[in-house]
């Protein structure tokens, strides 16, 4: 259920947002993406006569209440967004945040401090969970960036809202989006997978192998497969002993009739440096003393026909090397590549921190159907895992 379908009025909704925003040393924010993001929902709630109680965590304060972690620091980018007062509550619970919320008017905004002021956020306490919850009749979560963890604010307080337990616009955009790529996707379905290692990704192939009909792989990874069907890889980037595992997924891929494309040239690098020597060889003859820091023209060129073939696309993990301009031409070409695709009707979705920063690069952001901002949550709900922030509100529990 999101804030559409909930009648709204008179009601005190806390939000559990995600405003972990970096911050420099005059404490003014240098990417206010996520507020941003959580706007539509705040306005939301108060056009339908409620009142916002907002809540978030901020960096990683080890020892209670410290000024650095304060979200008092962010009222003022707060109002000037929503163009309104805004109250504050130095705790995010007790008499203070209780005496502040029960005294919220419709159309009021109350922002809560620092929940990891309380060790009891992350470890999901149930009854720190309850003193949070005793401040509004109404849950909305809106922090998909900490879906995946049951913390009090992001999970466990969904049990004291039972019926009023909603998803706000950006976890109901995430979970929408993500969903037409994992669940009956418009077909061909292609993953792009990238990025540096195969370690952080098992999870990820397997279980895209059971969804999809292409799986590209470039990036760092891509050695290990390379060296795992007999190649040549010299010094590129490779885990030995995952070369088992990456057997295992060539396999699973040839029963399910999954069509999984490795590169065939790789452009190589005499070290790891954007000024290295460079030349393109074939991606299974790598010479001792160089190593592939991206794939290389042909590769581009085969990988771009599947993905313009393609009516779905999921882009997780850079080609190559993008960072280096001079090893970042394939990350560059396959996002053209998707970004092709999209505009001839394909749904793309990118997501993962580094095919994010890469679309920002080559300002593509909005030639792509979606962005993911989820990170670790937007990997783990391809890992095909539950995520306890949605659990939550789907199941109430
Ligand atoms: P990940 O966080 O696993 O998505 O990895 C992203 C990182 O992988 C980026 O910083 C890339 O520089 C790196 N990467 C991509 N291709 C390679 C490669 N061929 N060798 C080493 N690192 C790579």
């Known amino acids: 259920m999101n804030i559409d379908q909930y009648n709204l009025k008179n009601k005190r909704v806390i939000v559990r947002v995600d405003f972990n925003v970096p911050l420099n040393d005059k404490f003014e924010i240098t990417d206010d993406t996520r507020i941003k993001a959580a706007i539509p929902t705040v306005k939301k709630i108060l056009s339908a006569g409620g009142s916002v109680i907002l809540m978030s965590h901020l960096g990683r304060p080890k020892d209670g209440p410290t000024d650095k972690y304060s979200l008092r620091h962010l009222l003022p980018d707060l109002e000037r967004k929503l163009e309104m007062k805004v109250l504050f509550a130095n705790d995010c619970i007790g008499t203070e945040a209780q005496q502040k919320a029960a005294a919220l008017q419709p159309g009021q905004v109350l ?17 720190f969970a309850k003193k949070l919850a005793l401040l509004a009749d109404v849950y909305v979560n809106d922090a998909f960036g900490t879906a995946h963890r049951a913390h009090a604010s992001t999970a466990i307080i969904a ?12 976890m109901q955009d995430e979970v929408s989006n993500l969903e037409k790529v994992t669940k009956k996707p418009v077909r061909p ?9 195969v370690s ?15 799986l590209i792989i470039g990036g760092g990874m891509m050695f290990t497969f390379i060296k795992a069907m007999g190649g040549k890889v010299g010094n590129s980037l490779v885990e030995d002993e995952l070369i088992p595992t990456a057997l295992a997924a060539l396999e699973k891929a040839k029963e399910k009739g999954v069509k999984l ?9 005499d070290s790891f440096s954007n000024e290295a020597n460079q030349k393109v060889v074939e991606a299974n003859q790598i010479p001792d003393g160089w190593m592939g820091l991206d794939i290389g023209p042909e590769t581009v060129k085969d990988f771009t026909e599947v993905i313009l073939n393609s009516h779905s696309i999921l882009w997780n993990g850079p080609m190559g090397v993008f960072e280096f301009d001079n090893f970042s031409q394939g990350t560059r070409d396959i996002a053209l590549a998707i970004a092709k695709a999209t505009s001839s009707g394909t749904f793309s979705l990118v997501g993962g921190g580094d095919s994010v920063a890469a679309v920002n690069k080559y300002d593509l952001a909005d030639k792509v159907s979606y962005v993911s901002t989820g990170g670790g949550a937007m990997l783990e709900y391809i890992e095909g895992k539950e995520l306890p922030g949605v659990k939550a509100i789907i199941e109430g529990v």
């Open 111 to 127: 922002l809560l401090e620092n929940l990891r002021f309380y060790k009891e956020e992350e470890k999901g306490d149930e009854s």
């Open 261 to 269: 494309y490795i590169p065939t040239d790789a452009v190589i690098a």
């Open 189 to 197: 379905l292609t993953a792009v997978l990238g990025g540096a290692k």
């Open 200 to 214: 952080g990704k098992i999870e990820i192939i397997n279980n895209l192998i059971d969804k999809v009909d292409n």
């Open 159 to 170: 049990r004291f809202f039972p019926g009023a337990s909603l998803f706000g616009y950006l």
